[in-house]
């Protein structure tokens, strides 16, 4: 059974920054794209950034220059480094995780990031 797990979210001031955390565990398959979401009650959960296998990675215009998406594919993690962070950050992080051969769709249970202003 595959899991993934988010961690590192909390209450940061705004211009501060954390580091955001996505453990994989279970997956017996190729992990090909690795993403973060993040959403605001009442809104659609939206795309932050996205990593694929080989490294290349993409970011939403709201987050470009502040956040850093990066992973280990040996260790089949993933991480968000966030810095410059503003109030409309606020919001919870999910990590998506795609199987590479069946397209698959794997989410975690997603981590609070707040910044106060």
């Known amino acids: 059974q595959v899991h ?16 955001l955390s996505c453990a994989v565990s279970g ?5 090909n794209t690795m ?13 932050v950034a996205f990593i694929i296998r080989d ?12 956040f850093t998406v990066s992973r ?8 968000l480094q966030m810095i410059s962070l503003k109030p409309e950050d606020t919001a919870v992080y ?6 590479g051969l069946s397209r698959t769709n794997y989410w975690g249970q997603g981590t609070q990031v707040t910044v106060s202003s």
């Open 94 to 99: 999910y990590c998506k995780i795609v199987d």
């Open 27 to 31: 997956a017996s398959f190729s992990i």
């Open 55 to 66: 490294g290349s990675t993409n970011y939403s215009n709201s987050v470009k220059g502040r």
């Open 72 to 79: 280990d594919n040996a260790e089949n993690t993933m991480y």
């Open 35 to 47: 993403a973060w979401y993040r959403q605001v009650p009442g809104k659609q959960r939206e795309l």
């Open 4 to 19: 993934v797990v988010e961690s590192g979210g909390g209450l940061v001031q705004a211009g501060g920054s954390l580091r």
